[in-house]
Nanobody
Framework: VQLQASGGGLVQAGGSLRLSCAAS????????MGWFRQAPGKEREFVAR????????LYSASVKGRFTISRDNAKNTGYLQMNSLKPEDTAVYYC?????????????????WGQGTQVTVSS
């Protein structure tokens, strides 16, 4: 199983970015997918999660209403649309996946991880 995250970059506060996570080697629609982020000197934290069917999503309080997680199972790709970005959103963003349903927001729920993509939001 391989996950390839992309789409990061430098953006001004208030701007938008869309991250992508391309999966290979899995029956993608049977896997839950999550996005996490890690800022320098901080622990990796949960951002959002979506079930394999795409029918259930969950967000951290800090991004709810600004970020949207989605997926296109036909393309084996997940997305994180990030709007109204703030400097505190600056971090390396990681996508993760595991078979079945993920019911918590902890990193240990996930078997597979992408390599991370840097998001920097300037003030």
């Amino acid at each position: 199983v391989q996950l390839q995250a992309s789409g990061g970059g430098l953006v001004q506060a208030g701007g938008s970015l869309r991250l992508s996570c391309a999966a290979s080697g899995v029956t993608f629609n049977t896997y839950s997918m999550g996005w996490f982020r890690q800022a320098p000197g901080k622990e990796r934290e949960f951002v959002a999660r979506i079930f394999g069917s795409g029918g259930s999503t969950l967000y951290s309080a800090s991004v709810k209403g600004r970020f949207t997680i989605s997926r296109d199972n036909a393309k084996n790709t997940g997305y994180l649309q990030m709007n109204s970005l703030k400097p505190e959103d600056t971090a390396v963003y990681y996508c993760a996946a595991r078979s079945g349903l993920v019911l918590t927001t902890t990193t240990r729920e996930y078997n597979y991880w992408g390599q991370g993509t840097q998001v920097t939001v300037s003030s």
